[in-house]
């Protein structure tokens, strides 16, 4: 009842925005095994702001190496002592990842909650996980961060459990919560494997049909295109990673011509490798799609940074012993999209960009033209390159056939005992599914 009478008195009942400060070290790429580079403070505030935080002050470093207690170097650090009590700051964000031990000292030092980089992300993904799957993707990769670091949250992990009934042989607290870790993360892995076996089965009838991934740096406008794209109603706003689960749609154009279309989770420079590892199930549509469509915000600081670190993902997510006729994600055919073509210098930043990758297209999403433009070059790329070719097919494989039969693609057909010779118009991507998988044997060349 009193939040009512706030209401009606004109207070708000929202609660206050936290009061962040973000701190990046600029590092030599080749620290730490790659974890080096430089920092990206506008990305860490616009995450910070798409987490819920008001960014009240910056702060950057360059350094040989991070100051190992603390990270920062003293002077460094008494500057953002100083800020955060001048800007009644209640978080201080670092770009960087921090150990353990760091974090607990410039917690103790600073005396405001410290987050990292993929604690902010983590929380990020948290907040957004709407599906079963996401939400326990986020959970998985929040435990995998947290079992190293226990001992920044417990302050009685080298005492001996004590109590009735917490009496054990000589374990200690610590080995305790990292036993129920243990657990509850192999739980999540195996519900996370049966979710990804149900999906399989509900989606083996997409074998047959072309499919095609928009993948990209997250905020990209992936989403404004799907729905230029497929008329479909997908979730939109202009804030980092604000969709998470991959959504499927079917472009119908005529019986010829028709792909599926999937719009992906966005990618972002130095994604945490625990959320590569659990969201390998929703990006299992990267790995299936015969086509992939990456997006690059035209109207970035920095297309090219995007560009690389989308390719850096997509290596991680390649399987690290390629079994035979798997095609590793980055050797997939590519469609290069620049969106938010109407933020810049179209011409300009079309000759600049068009040079260096060729076919590529220049796009606004929210222009009803761009998506046909992507759509008729999805399509061209579904029926480019097709050929004729003669297959022999066993007769239990004969239904296969019937998506050739209603796009008018079986030229001529013929039965040889329990086989069915076929003469077909096809893509090769169709044909090394029907070698692979049905069973056909190339005849001959027509």
């Not at 042989?169 to 892995?189: H, S, W, Y």
């Not at 497929?230 to 969709?243: E, I, N, S």
Request: charged letters at 30%; proline letters at 4%.
């Amino acid at each position: 009842m009193g939040t009512r009478q706030d209401e009606q008195a004109g207070f708000s009942t929202e609660r206050p925005r936290e009061r962040a400060i973000v701190v990046g070290v600029n590092l030599p790429d080749a620290w730490l095994g790659g974890k080096g580079g430089a920092c990206d403070l506008p990305e860490l505030a616009a995450l910070a702001d798409t987490a819920g935080a008001e960014v009240v002050g910056r702060i950057e470093q360059t350094r040989p190496k991070p100051e190992s207690a603390t990270f920062l170097g003293s002077g460094k650090l008494a500057e953002l002592k100083e800020m955060v009590v001048e800007r009644e700051a209640t978080l201080v964000v670092f770009d960087n990842d921090l150990s353990p031990a760091q974090g607990r000292n410039l917690e103790k030092h600073l005396e405001v909650n410290i987050l990292d980089r993929t604690e902010l992300i983590l929380d990020i993904f948290a907040k957004h996980a709407s599906t079963r799957q996401s939400r326990l993707q986020v959970e998985l990769a929040q435990l995998q961060y947290l079992l190293p670091r226990l001992t920044r949250l417990w302050s009685h992990l080298e005492r001996q459990a004590g109590g009735i009934g917490t009496r054990g042989p000589g374990e200690t607290q610590l080995e305790t919560d990292r036993r129920l870790l243990g657990r509850r993360i192999a739980v999540l892995r195996n519900e996370l494997k049966e979710i990804e076996s149900n999906r399989r089965t509900q989606t083996a009838s997409r074998d047959e049909v072309f499919k095609a991934a928009l993948i990209g740096y997250t905020n990209a406008g992936k989403s404004t295109l799907m729905n230029a794209i497929t008329q479909a109603d997908v979730y939109v706003k202009d804030q980092l990673f604000a969709t998470l689960d991959a959504t499927t749609r079917r472009v119908d154009v005529d019986e010829r011509r028709r792909f599926l279309l999937t719009d992906t989770v966005g990618f972002i420079r130095k994604l945490p490798h625990h959320l590569v590892e659990s969201f390998k199930a929703t990006l299992q549509e990267v790995r299936d799609a015969d086509l992939l469509v990456h997006v690059i915000d035209a109207s970035a600081e920095d297309p090219a940074h995007q560009i690389a670190s989308v390719d850096k993902v997509l290596r991680e997510l390649a399987p690290k012993k390629a079994k035979a006729g798997n095609v590793e994600p980055l050797q997939k055919p590519m469609l290069m999209v620049f969106n938010k073509i109407d933020l810049v210098d179209g011409e300009l930043f079309a000759n600049r960009y068009g040079r260096m990758y060729p076919g590529a297209l220049f796009v606004s999403g929210v222009d009803p033209a761009g998506g046909a433009a992507v759509r008729d070059a999805i399509l061209d790329r579904r029926l480019g390159g097709e050929m004729i070719r003669t297959v022999r097919l066993p007769l239990a494989k004969l239904g296969v056939l019937s998506s050739f039969h209603r796009t008018q693609s079986v030229l001529e057909q013929s039965f040889e005992g329990d086989f069915c010779l076929a003469t077909l118009r096809l893509s090769e991507i169709e044909l090394n599914r029907l070698l692979s998988r049905e069973g056909a044997e190339l005849i001959a060349d027509s």
